[in-house]
């Protein structure tokens, strides 16, 4: 059964830092990989979508990386800003062996102070 | 932009009433997903629909919840009796196409159970 991990679980950082969050899964048999941003109380909105024959997509400030052999991927967010906190989702689409599901992160609370 | 449009937002009820949630996808979205999300937690595949076929319904409480999606647009969500254990957010996606594409949430149904 995939099973995915993120860390940490919470994060606080002042504005202009760079960060990463973590994600891991333990298997490796997966169509792709996607990060999302949930505001408190709402949906989720998708940020990247690595397919995985790639290694990293971009976009703005954004950069994701997959590693897939080894089961790990980062979300690098550069500059932070407050508008920025929010809970970051990581969820991996596994392959037709799993249905072709997409199995969901707990999540990384992040908080950017200004 | 296009939304998936989901009602009511918020819902109370008792113990063993009858709830339902309604969603409406991004106009020519094939793929309708419901998911749900407990607080602290990532969000996890209740049901999934091609068009009007239920093609994953393996996590859903079939004693208790239904699904329908006649006419291969909007969706409902039922359950009956509703259970403390049920409290949770209530989300529902889409995408254009099962697999390859990225899935856009709506905003969520809160269900709180008395």
């Known amino acids: 059964k995939q099973e995915v991990t993120q860390i940490p679980a919470a994060l606080s950082v002042p504005e202009g830092e760079n960060l990463v969050l973590n994600c891991s899964f333990t298997?490796?048999?997966?169509?792709?990989l996607q990060w999302f941003r949930q505001d408190p109380g709402k949906g989720l909105t998708s940020l990247l979508l690595?397919?995985?024959?790639?290694r990293e997509q971009t976009s703005g400030r954004l950069n994701a990386s997959l590693d897939k052999s080894s089961g790990r991927s980062t979300l690098y967010i550069a500059a932070s800003q407050p508008g920025d906190s929010a809970t970051y989702l990581c969820?991996?689409?596994?392959?037709?062996?799993?249905?072709?599901?997409?199995?969901f992160g707990a999540g990384t609370i992040l908080r950017v102070k200004s | 932009e296009a939304e998936v449009a989901q009602s009511p937002r918020y819902k109370i009820t008792e113990k063993s009433q009858a709830v339902a949630f309604w969603c409406d996808p991004i106009?020519?979205?094939?793929?309708l997903y419901w998911y749900r999300q407990i607080l602290g937690q990532g969000p996890e595949l209740l049901v999934q629909?091609?068009?009007?076929?239920?093609?994953?319904d393996s996590q859903l409480p079939k004693d208790r919840f239904s699904a329908e999606r006649l006419k291969g647009v909007d969706s409902t969500l039922k359950i009956q009796p509703a259970e403390l254990g049920d409290s949770a957010m209530y989300l529902c996606?889409?995408?254009?196409?099962?697999?390859?594409?990225?899935?856009?949430f709506g905003p969520g149904t809160r269900l709180t159970v008395l």
């Open positions: 690595i397919q995985s024959s790639q």
């Open positions: 969820a991996v689409r596994g392959s037709a062996e799993y249905g072709n599901k997409l199995v």
């Open positions: 298997d490796s048999a997966i169509y792709n």
């Open positions: 996606a889409s995408s254009l196409a099962w697999v390859t594409d990225t899935q856009y």
């Open positions: 106009s020519g979205h094939a793929t």
């Open positions: 629909f091609q068009d009007e076929s239920v093609v994953d």
